[in-house]
């Protein structure tokens, strides 16, 4: 799969529909389909999600049938109440919803950010909101990377970076 990558700022129109960027749109047809599933995302964002990244997500949902935790039901709820599949149009435009732009506190402006396997749409003051609080708590890139990775096993660490 080619990685979503980059950050984009289109307008949205009078009828809540944005593009998606022509590279994104790019490495879309290597996908197995062009639909896509927009929903709510994480930090305020909305995500949009190749439809097989999307069936990756549902089965990790649907790993029980009976969630016995009330709040995991809930955020399973909460996840997909606004959920759309999306086929972007001729123009490569997709459809916002207006439960959806009220969520992410999207007008007129929407900034589009490649994370490589989904793309998520922000607000561009809520997203410029949300990094500047990132960078006055995290730390440099190194110290971030090193954190992540240790979290997440060895992986992409130096024999020396182990050893810290």
Known sequence: MIPFLGKHRYTVDEKGRCNVPSKHRAALKFQSSPHLVLTKG???CLYLLPLSTWAKLQARLE???FHP???DRFFERLLIEDADVQLPDAQGRIQLSKELRAFAKIDREVLIYGVGSRIEIWSPDQFDEYMSAGRR????LEEMA???FRR???AGLTP???KA
């Open 63 to 65: 790993q029980e049938d």
């Open 69 to 71: 935790e009330r709040q």
């Open 152 to 154: 997440r096993g060895s």
């Open 42 to 44: 994480l930090d305020g």
């Open 146 to 148: 090193k954190d992540y």
């Open 137 to 140: 708590f995290a730390g440099s």
């Open 160 to 162: 020396e970076d182990r």
